[in-house]
Nanobody, 125 residues
């Protein structure tokens, strides 16, 4: 059974940092691109950060460039999202998702094969 489990969320003051983890099991991790998505209250799901299956390429939405960094450790079947200089508008439930893609970066949520349960990130002003 495929599972993606996010962790590391919490409550943080604006300007602070959090590091999210996404632990995968039940799949060949190196075959999958991993995306981080978020859903803020009253808003649609938004793609945040993406990393290619081998980690060579990444992509970020403009609002987090320079503040967030995605990385992966394929030996541990884990992807990370380091979030620095957090802003109140970053408040959302953050999800990781896996897409069977060997090259390129895909950002459409509908393409992703598996999803985690989400972890709450709350940034106070």
């Amino acid at each position: 059974e495929v599972q993606l489990v996010e962790s590391g969320g919490g409550l943080v003051q604006a300007g602070g940092s959090l590091k999210l983890s996404c632990a995968a099991s039940g799949l060949t991790f190196t075959d999958y691109q991993i995306g981080w998505f978020r859903r803020a209250p009253g808003k649609d799901r938004e793609g945040v950060a993406f990393i290619e299956s081998d980690g060579a390429n990444t992509h970020y939405t403009d609002s987090v460039k320079g503040r967030f960094a995605v990385s992966r450790d394929n030996a541990k079947n884990t992807v990370y999202l380091q979030m620095n200089n957090l802003k109140p508008e970053d408040t959302a439930v953050y999800y990781c998702a896996a897409y069977l893609l060997h090259r390129g970066i895909a950002t459409a949520a509908s393409l992703y094969n598996y999803w985690g349960q989400g972890t709450q990130v709350t940034v106070s002003s």
